[in-house]
């Protein structure tokens, strides 16, 4: 077997593709593994080819894997709690990383300040993504655990003018309930309305519609639904959503 | 789904909340690779099971630039896979010296793939450039995850002429996504 650093150039790609492909018996793949550590130009190879061949596993079904996997999984990775350290540091990741990456320097800093998790404990967060683009645009959201406030960051895009985004709970068998108009690129800390605290269960439905100024005018969302997500409540991280 | 690399992210600093949404949102797709590779159940719990820990322990070394959230994670999945099956076909080999017993596949590796999006009609397209032996051989090694060795067995013809359909069904590929 030749190794592989010291091939042509065609040839080292043409191995970075069977490697990928994964056509390559234990013993050779193991070799090419072991030339990948310190050769960037192999690595980089490897990263295209896997990108080449990403849209091979899109296209299969998928299927919801067991519940208790889920469970076993999420018990596995928890991490010993330092004692009186907040059990929850959502507002912080997310500060952080919309930070990094939608904002710059002084902006940055000033939303991680403004987002210092106030003293409550949080109940519930949901993070609402885009339904029709792959733009990076999330809308998260979070209740405390009493179901009194609710804090919502828009890390998106203005709708068109003339129009205003509105957040609805999807109770199962009820009518959407509006949460209230949404201000994109806002973070917004105010009461949730108190018809919809019973319908902050987990797993609730969450979406966001484009309404005319100031909210729809019926009470009913009128406009095409631009977000999605899941409400998942703190105390039952380790459960797997309904099929 | 968007916002995957996000969730990784936000897994590398240690943020489990982050972790389950990021199981939510892609361990469907992993399952149903997995099950596609493995073709069975139990081993495919393992390998899922295992590759998303191992996304977690290493969620630190996920690089925007370098690619999607998603491949990096079928790249972990697949990988997990790979070694599995050929483990698997060494402990046979050892146990009875016999071939290993062919598995019956219950999704045949279809050719008619459904693939979405810019990125997938552009490798159908090119896909359905190549032969149609050097697309099948493609096709079977990455969803059965055969050796060159297996598949030369499993279409009963040479192996120097089954390496020979990949290795030139691979360039041809390349060179039509990138002309």
Not at chain 1, 17 to 42: C, M, N
């Amino acid at each position: 077997m030749t190794d592989v650093t010291d091939m042509p150039d065609d040839d080292r790609d043409g191995r970075a593709a069977e490697y990928v492909l994964g056509t390559l018996p234990l013993e050779e793949r193991l070799a090419f593994e072991a030339a990948l550590a310190d050769d960037p130009v192999l690595r980089e190879a490897v990263a295209q080819w896997s990108a080449r061949l990403q849209p091979l596993a899109d296209s299969v079904a998928p299927v919801t894997p067991p519940a208790a996997l889920r469970a076993r999984l999420l018990a596995g990775i928890a991490p010993p709690l330092p004692p009186g350290r907040r059990p929850f540091n959502m507002i912080r990741w997310l500060a952080w990383t919309f930070g990094l990456s939608a904002l710059a320097g002084a902006a940055a800093i000033a939303l991680v300040f403004v987002f210092t998790p106030r003293p409550q404990e949080v109940g519930g967060y949901a993070l609402l993504h885009r339904t029709d683009s792959a733009a990076h645009d999330v809308v998260a959201f979070q209740i405390d655990k009493q179901r009194r406030d609710m804090v919502i960051l828009a890390n998106a895009v203005a709708p068109q003018a003339g129009h205003d985004y509105e957040l609805w709970v999807l109770p199962p068998g009820k009518p959407p309930l509006s949460l209230g108009v949404v201000k994109a690129g806002a973070r917004e800390e105010r009461a949730l309305p108190a018809a919809a605290a019973g319908d902050m269960t987990d797993f609730a439905n969450l979406a966001i519609t484009v309404e005319p100024l100031g909210g729809s005018p019926s009470g009913a969302p009128t406009g095409p639904i631009v977000f999605v997500g899941m409400v998942r409540l703190m105390d039952n991280l380790t459960t797997t959503p309904p099929k | 789904m968007t916002a995957l690399e996000t969730l990784i992210e936000a897994s590398a600093a240690g943020d489990r909340v982050a972790f389950a949404a990021l199981y939510d949102a892609a361990a469907p797709q992993l399952f149903g690779l997995a099950l596609r590779i493995l073709k069975r159940r139990d081993w495919a719990e393992d390998v899922l099971q295992e590759a998303l820990l191992s996304a977690w322990r290493n969620a630190g070394d996920y690089r925007r630039e370098r690619g999607s959230a998603r491949t990096w994670l079928t790249v972990i999945l697949r990988n997990r896979a790979l070694d599995r099956l050929r483990r698997e076909a060494a402990a046979r080999l050892a146990d009875t010296g016999d071939d290993p017993p062919d598995v019956a596949d219950p999704a045949p590796s279809a050719l008619d793939l459904a693939m979405a999006g810019d990125d997938g009609r552009r490798l159908k397209t090119c896909l359905d450039t190549l032969e149609e032996t050097q697309k099948r051989a493609i096709v079977m090694a990455y969803f059965d995850g055969l050796t060159h060795e297996q598949l030369a067995q499993r279409l009963a013809t040479p192996l120097g002429t089954v390496k020979s359909w990949i290795r030139r069904g691979l360039q041809r590929l390349k060179g039509c996504l990138e002309p």
